[in-house]
């Protein structure tokens, strides 16, 4: 089992910044792909930012010049700053990892954490 844990939420004015940080803990052999997704309110959730371990990035158009996605290997920790937010970027942001166990892969999601942006 793997746990993801998302800290970094909160409430910020339109053009402000916030950092978001996911660590995964549990039994695995690694964590492959990370990522950030998030859900508004009556919409579906949607793809953010991924990044391999790697270091290979990709991301949603409506992000691109203002998040960046990030992670440290050793501490299987994945974040994203997002700066100039807007808006239209409140949401519920959700941290997801790829993870081998016993030479499967499994997709594993955070609880979740409100990122709330006031104009």
């Known amino acids: 089992q793997v746990q993801l844990v998302e800290s970094g939420g909160g409430l910020v004015q339109a053009g402000g910044s916030l950092r978001l940080s996911c660590a995964a803990s549990?039994?695995?052999?690694?964590?492959?792909?990370m990522g950030w997704y998030r859900q508004a309110p009556g919409k579906q959730r949607e793809l953010v930012a991924t990044?391999?371990?790697?270091?290979?990035?990709n991301y949603a158009d409506s992000v691109k010049g203002r998040f960046t996605v990030s992670r440290d290997n050793a501490k299987n920790t994945v974040y994203l700053q997002m700066n100039s937010l807007k808006p239209e970027d409140t949401a519920i942001y959700y941290c997801?990892?790829?993870?081998?166990?016993?030479?499967?892969?499994?997709?594993?999601w955070g609880r979740g954490t409100q990122v709330t942006v006031s104009s």
């Open positions: 997801n990892a790829g993870a081998t166990i016993l030479k499967s892969e499994y997709d594993y």
């Open positions: 549990g039994r695995f052999f690694s964590i492959n792909t």
């Open positions: 990044i391999t371990r790697g270091g290979s990035t």
